[in-house]
């Protein structure tokens, strides 16, 4: 976890959260986060449903106070003004108004973040082309498609030219089509230098779009760094070698986990140093009686490191 | 912020026809519904239907349904409607009888045999003579009550001369006989009384026993009294409905997570619910303007000499109602909470506070309860600007409970709505 104090001479950064804590009753959704977003870059919050990201973005914004712990924003409190002009928020729901037009739910927004006169028809021309919704403008939000929809909810987030972007789950019940959609969106956005927190439970968002990705488990993040940063801290140079066999006794499960795996979903996962080991864990299973029906080699990913961190899967 | 907030919700409105309907329909409909049954256009209150049964066939009985003929406030019916064009036969007391049982009319006057024969009865009554009978439906207790009133009134005007005439039998009973001179004199009346009853000039010009001048001092220039009055009475009903409903935008916006974004931009939350205070204030009023024209138009409602008290009796309850719907909004937690919450609520104060029958109508109690809604203190102020035409400074009590309900309901409301403030 990388926390460094801003002196007089650096600025401050985008975002700079130390030990953050928050509960709600006996539940501890966050629990002691400390962490840095660096200007211009995309962080990644990846973790299950209920992981505490939401929560940690909530509190960003101000909506939810926390127990204990700070949040500054450019080096302002963050329910100060200066952290509400510095920060965009795109919240998981759709927070549109559905019976006001694309360009009147910018309007609206924008006014609420105090634009006005020609600023104000600048941003909403901005953002709509932004989110290529130009010759939907007069289009009720209401009869939207759900792609569209989700533009729009970012786009919304965007419209007071904020410096740092909240973005929790925006691809929530979209078709991979308007999905990369959007992750051109936010490409174009990141390639502009727009500081970026993206929470998301895909490991492939993550990995594609995210410079550093914090993974969040039970209000803790247990591990952060670039992609290859966090396989190489987990797994080192080995491989993993995925084996699946017929039947679901538990003769299999007591085997694979003697030989060091893990079954998940009724698939063997062995961690291996060359794979030429393939042929041992082969050879092995055939002693053992056990019928093999797939095999398949493959260097770890975001999930295998939540896997290996966790004993769970990412979805679960 | 205000100002986009309110036009945020107005723009909203517009496209929600539904709620559109809701505001404006809807309150005008009931208010024409109201206002047809209890003051329409008709110049006069509805008739009483009574039988008329005449056994006697007496120039007394003769008379006296003639009488009651001419009351202008009777349908008097003889005999049932034809039936297929064919005349029906007079009714008979059991006729009658069967009539009243059967809802064709609340009361029956049934005139026995004999009754000509000795028709006045001062003093006590007399066991051997006929008596007009009464046939009276027990569910209607005003019209036996009007006919017994109006016999005895119809008796004065039309049989004078036979009343004078046992007055003249009993002075001589008990004050021991008149003077050959005075019988003259009376005989001389009698006559005179008797011509005047047979050519039915007495009905139109004796008034009775105590002579009446009747000076109309409120409502004497109104053109339909009772449209002011279920205008303002349905008119604030609705606007309660209408405030609860649209304040309920609040919590769509709380579910749909818009009220979160909302609050993370420069809006606060006082700032958020003043915006919709007004915005469902101005709601309410043009739901008030609306329903005033419409009585202008159809019921010939005295609206435009009365704009300066209806502009600050709209006001007042306007952002009375308005901050009775964001209190309503803010203590519940869904639309479906809102719905029974606020109907049960709404319903209760129109009834106790005037809005479906009028407060001085009912028991002293009740009047005094009606004192804590928001209906019973608009409907006076209002009735107080269209019927009894009082200046806008008599206002002033109307004015500050309504003034004083508002901030106090929007003061809890605003506290209540912390909940969505922060987590």
Redesign the interface.
């Known amino acids: 976890m990388s926390s460094s104090v801003a002196t007089a001479s650096e600025p401050a950064p985008p975002l700079r959260i130390t030990a953050l804590v928050k509960r709600?009753g006996e539940v501890t959704a966050v629990d002691g986060i400390s962490l840095d977003v660096r200007r211009g870059e995309c962080l990644g919050l990846l973790g299950p449903n209920g992981a505490g990201k939401s929560t940690l973005i909530?509190s960003i914004?101000?909506?939810?106070?926390p127990d204990t712990g700070t949040i500054s924003v450019f080096g302002a409190a963050a329910d100060s003004?200066a952290a509400?002009n510095g920060?965009g928020?795109v919240?998981?729901?759709?927070?549109?108004?559905p019976?006001?037009t694309c360009r009147?739910n910018l309007e609206?927004?924008g006014?609420?973040?105090?634009l006005d006169g020609s600023s104000l028809g600048q941003a909403v021309q901005r953002c709509l082309e932004w989110a290529t919704l130009t010759d939907r403008s007069g289009e009720?939000v209401k009869n939207l498609s759900g792609g569209m929809k989700r533009r729009l909810n970012m786009a919304?987030?965007l419209i007071?030219q904020p410096r740092l972007m909240l973005m929790d789950e925006p691809t929530v019940g979209v078709d991979p089509q308007s999905r990369n959609h959007i992750f051109e969106m936010i490409e174009k956005l990141h390639a502009e230098g727009m500081s970026i927190i993206y929470t998301t439970h895909y490991m492939e968002e993550a990995e594609r779009l995210c410079d550093r990705i914090a993974i969040v488990d039970h209000g803790k993040i247990i591990a952060q760094g670039r992609h290859a940063e966090l396989v190489e801290n987990a797994f080192g140079t080995r491989s993993q070698v995925l084996a699946r066999f017929a039947g679901g006794d538990e003769r299999i499960a007591a085997w694979v986990t003697a030989r060091g795996g893990q079954m998940t979903d009724g698939l063997a996962i062995f961690s291996v140093d060359h794979p030429t080991e393939i042929a041992a864990l082969l050879e092995g299973s055939a002693k053992a009686g056990l019928e093999l029906i797939d095999v398949s080699l493959r260097r770890p990913n975001l999930e295998s490191v939540f896997l290996h961190l966790t004993g769970r899967e990412l979805r679960d | 912020m205000i100002p986009a907030i309110v036009r945020t919700a107005m723009v909203s409105l517009r496209r929600d026809r539904a709620a559109l309907a809701l505001s404006f329909i809807l309150p005008v409909t009931f208010f024409t519904i109201f206002a047809v049954i209890f003051g329409g256009r008709r110049d006069t209150t509805p008739k009483i239907t009574v039988i008329i049964v005449d056994e006697d066939h007496s120039d007394a009985s003769q008379r006296l349904v003639q009488g009651l003929k001419q009351e202008s406030s009777l349908v008097v019916k003889s005999r049932p409607e034809p039936v297929k064009g064919v005349e029906q036969p007079e009714y008979t007391a059991e006729t009658a009888e069967t009539a009243v049982k059967a809802g064709t009319a609340p009361v029956a006057v049934v005139i026995p045999r004999g009754f000509g024969q000795n028709p006045i009865a001062f003093g006590s009554p007399d066991a051997d003579r006929p008596t007009i009978q009464l046939l009276e439906d027990s569910s209607d207790a005003v019209a036996p009550q009007m006919i017994t009133g109006l016999l005895q009134k119809v008796v004065m005007t039309s049989m004078p001369d036979l009343m004078a005439e046992a007055g003249s039998k009993d002075f001589e009973e008990f004050a021991g006989g008149l003077t050959p001179e005075q019988r003259d004199r009376m005989n001389k009346g009698l006559r005179q009384l008797r011509e005047r009853a047979q050519s039915g000039e007495t009905n139109n010009t004796n008034q009775g026993l105590v002579a009446l001048h009747a000076k109309v001092v409120v409502g004497e220039n109104k053109n339909n009294p009772m449209v002011s009055f279920y205008a303002a009475a349905i008119g604030v009903m609705f606007l309660l409905f209408t405030a609860s409903g649209a304040a309920g935008a609040l919590l769509d916006e709380a579910e749909s997570g818009t009220l979160d974004r909302v609050l993370s931009s420069h809006v606060t939350m006082t700032g958020l619910l003043l915006g919709k205070l007004i915005y469902n204030s101005l709601l309410a009023f043009a739901q008030l303007v609306l329903m005033f024209l419409w009585g202008w138009a159809v019921f010939r409602l005295d609206f435009w000499s009365h704009i300066p008290g209806f502009i600050v009796m709209g006001i007042c309850t306007a952002v009375a109602v308005a901050a009775f719907g964001m209190l309503l909004a803010s203590v519940c937690s869904t639309r479906a909470q809102l719905g029974a919450v606020s109907t049960l609520v709404i319903l209760v104060m129109s009834a106790i506070g005037g809005s479906m029958f009028p407060r001085f109508l009912m028991p002293e109690a009740m009047q005094k309860a009606g004192l804590l809604t928001i209906n019973a203190w608009a409907i006076d102020g209002f009735t107080k600007v269209f019927w009894r035409d009082e200046p806008l400074s008599h206002l002033w009590p109307q004015v500050l409970v309504l003034l004083a309900i508002a901030i106090v309901l929007f003061a809890i409301a605003r506290r209540v709505a912390r909940r969505w403030e922060f987590a």
């Open positions: 709600f909530r914004v101000g909506r939810v106070i003004t509400r920060l928020w919240p998981q729901e759709l927070a549109l108004y019976r006001l009147e609206a927004f006014r609420y973040h105090g009720l919304a987030g007071h």
